[in-house]
């Protein structure tokens, strides 16, 4: 019987601080736990192109690529399917990034191949169609995953649901599932009382809040539809919202409309440490997604564990939730369960307090930092035993070999160079 080496020297590529990304906070966090296994070089996207000659200096064990629906990861597309390894998938849906990262390159064929590979039974004509820029919510439909899932050691997800599901329809694919884990946190002394001062919240309100980016698939129109509700009736509730709103060019058009320009607060993006401290602060939390790309919200899990009340779309991948964790909403009626959820947490205070109790127990028992790390070690001694795969009908700018002109500048010359 044959023993698989220790694994030992890591390539990571993920996006870090100080870019703003979830997933840049989420390696921030892991990387120093997992230093204390493995020897891990990390390539964001600045450092990225010192990865090909360093590997074949001294090749490393596994490359581990964090993979998700926004342009921070634009760049791995070009290492994915020549140096194979463990991709963990933030986002089961990558169309959005790589139909924009293609066609603002103009590699509208690269694009129609593509786009016909990962899906063959797909008119290919809807290529022509996001070449004319009528994409958006449409690729949600079409994930474009097929060239990830066939050139990866193994595919890691953080949700069991999920990964049985690309399972079914990947069944030649190694997928695995890894909890997604985030640290407690602890707020400093005074903080509620200070960040209530600081945006004008009376102490005496309910505030509910929102954390992360601020996106139309926040659902964030139906949060304002539930505030104005609770404002129409006298409630003195207040909406924080904790992030960057650049991508929502139409909030304040919203708020001035609904006449909610009192009742809103929006902090633009905050640093990480100081995500408790806005917490803290908060009565509520409003962690809604639809569309979904069937990611797992790291965000909620930070409400969860700073033992706040939340309340979540009722998505089909989180149907194994317990029910006591969060109040769901039903996004076929997603404005009147936005606001009905919102009014029983406004005026019940042991509602609040036992949803806030059950959905800390559940961070702690499914979703520390330490279960994560432990799945992390598990799935890379695995990965790494895995053979790369080789398939050998991969789009053709995924096997190209873009050297020949720097070949043809150095034969003029007389010169071959080994590493090209």
Request: proline fraction near 7%; aromatic fraction near 8%; hydrophobic fraction near 40%.
């Amino acid at each position: 019987m044959t023993h698989q080496p220790p694994v030992s020297r890591i390539a990571w590529f993920s996006p870090l601080p100080p870019v703003h990304s979830g997933i840049a906070a989420y390696s921030a966090e892991l990387l120093p736990r997992l230093g204390e296994t493995f020897v891990i070089d990390s390539y964001p996207e600045h450092t990225a192109h010192d990865f090909v000659w360093r590997s074949r200096r001294t090749p490393y064990d596994l490359v581990v690529y964090q993979l998700g629906n926004a342009r921070h990861h634009d760049y791995m597309w070009a290492y994915l399917a020549r140096y194979p390894g463990l991709v963990v998938l933030h986002d089961v849906r990558l169309h959005h990034a790589r139909a924009r990262s293609l066609l603002d390159q103009r590699r509208f064929d690269d694009y129609r191949q593509e786009f016909g590979y990962d899906h063959p039974d797909v008119n290919p004509d809807f290529a022509q169609y996001a070449i004319e820029g009528l994409g958006g919510p449409i690729y949600y439909l079409f994930p474009m995953l097929r060239v990830v899932i066939r050139t990866a050691r193994t595919i890691a997800v953080h949700n069991p649901r999920v990964a049985s599901e690309l399972a079914k329809t990947y069944a030649d694919a190694a997928i695995e599932t890894i909890r997604m884990g985030v640290p407690p946190l602890a707020h400093r002394d005074g903080a509620r009382h200070e960040i209530r001062t600081q945006l004008s919240l009376p102490e005496e309100a309910i505030v509910f809040a929102a954390f992360g980016k601020v996106t139309p698939e926040k659902r964030v129109s139906a949060m304002l539809h539930g505030l104005r509700t609770l404002t129409r009736d006298g409630q003195q509730a207040y909406l924080m919202l904790v992030g960057d709103e650049g991508a929502y060019p139409e909030l304040g058009v919203e708020v001035d409309r609904l006449g909610l320009r009192d009742w809103i607060r929006v902090t633009g993006h905050v640093a990480d440490q100081a995500i408790a401290d806005y917490l803290a602060a908060a009565d509520a939390c409003l962690c809604l997604r639809w569309p979904t790309a069937q990611e797992t919200s790291a965000s909620w899990l930070r409400c969860l564990a700073a033992a706040r009340p939340t309340v979540i779309t009722d998505l089909a991948h989180l149907v194994d939730t317990p029910r006591d964790v969060a109040i769901r909403v039903d996004p076929m009626r997603e404005t009147a369960s936005v606001a009905d959820a919102m009014r029983r947490l406004a005026d019940d205070g042991p509602l609040r307090a036992e949803l806030g109790r059950a959905g800390h127990a559940y961070w702690s028992m499914h979703h520390t930092l330490d279960a994560m790390t432990e799945d992390y070690r598990r799935l890379v001694a695995l990965a790494a035993s895995r053979p790369a795969p080789a398939p050998d009908d991969l789009p053709t700018h995924f096997v190209t070999n873009y050297s020949e002109a720097a070949r043809s500048t150095l034969d003029h010359f007389g010169l071959t160079v080994g590493i090209l």
